[in-house]
């Protein structure tokens, strides 16, 4: 008669401990980098949402200390940070570093993602499988993008416009594709970017919509193409022996921070704001949003087919099967209605 109020004091007691011991936790600081400003969309929306996340799910034995606008390293620097422990976690794009991590890269091909959320949780669920290698050095937490197009001193409707342009690209991709137009990439990262085009250096750039607001690019660019040309693929990554010496509940914060369904937040969160900025630059005075045909989108996605036939080949050359990685990703985004 007593055992069930024995096992529920057991079950209780056991609780309790693991309570005291979560609250008895090292308290450890997490030392977070990335380079966007702190007023950026993605700090109010990404970043500083998963880091009360993280301290709250740590009864505060974990805090978060956010470390903006490449306080602690360029802006292509930040993988390699999070490796050598210069941070303890980073935001990296890694297209920065063109050709480094070659299987990520996929989720750059122009046109092939329409959706930021979905396609967010579609590429971090695909990419997973290929972390464990290709980023092995840090600790993998999750994949996000953005969609963007071109902004630029003149409009753009047509691949054959590119020729002779200067453009700032926004991954070794899209870089890919306007050398395969007749472009001049310029090479600058974000924060970077509008300095570049005020001085002449870059005649357009590819970056999504409201963080031409948030930079100020608006000032220096005044025509928006509409389509959906291109994403930018974003990993959020640990200092290996920074996680290693956490407790076990301590990791396992983290693990539940580090996941597809955050991914898939962090994604829908900032890729939603981002495309929203359009309507903001469609009313701004001075600004004009160029349409496409029908016609005019198709020629630049009949002109962006090799860079899918590179890929793969890029692919095999590390040992994935390139053709195969490629229809599972798209797989992967058919199933969440991303593409």
Known sequence: MNLPFRTTAIALSLLSALGVAMAQDKPVELKFAHWLPPTHSLSKTGFEPWAKSVEAASKGSIKVALFPAQQLGKAADHYDMARDGIADMTWVNPGYQAGRFPVFAAGELPFLVGKPGPGSAALDAWYRKYAANEMKDV?????????????????????????????????????????????????????????????????????????????????????????????????????????????????????????????????????????????????AAGHTIVKLTPAQLDQWKKAAEPLYTQWVQSADKVGVNGKQALEELRKELANRKAD
């Open 139 to 283: 600790k993998f937490c999750f994949a996000h993008l953005h969609i963007g197009t071109f902004h630029s001193r003149k409009p753009i409707t047509e691949p054959s416009q590119v020729k002779g342009m200067k453009i700032r690209s926004s991954n070794g991709t899209n870089a890919a594709f306007m050398t395969l137009l007749g472009a001049t990439n310029v090479q600058v990262s974000a924060p970077e970017a509008r300095d570049a085009l005020e001085k002449g250096v870059a005649d357009a750039i590819s970056f999504p919509w409201d963080s031409i607001v948030s930079f100020g690019i608006d000032k220096a660019v005044k025509f928006h193409s509409d389509m959906r040309l291109y994403a930018s693929d974003f990993v959020w990554v640990l200092n290996r022996g920074w996680y290693d010496k956490l407790s076990a509940g301590q990791k396992k914060v983290i693990d539940d921070h580090c996941n597809n369904e955050w991914a898939a937040k962090v994604g829908a969160a900032w890729g939603d704001f981002e495309d929203g900025g359009q309507a903001k630059l469609e009313k």
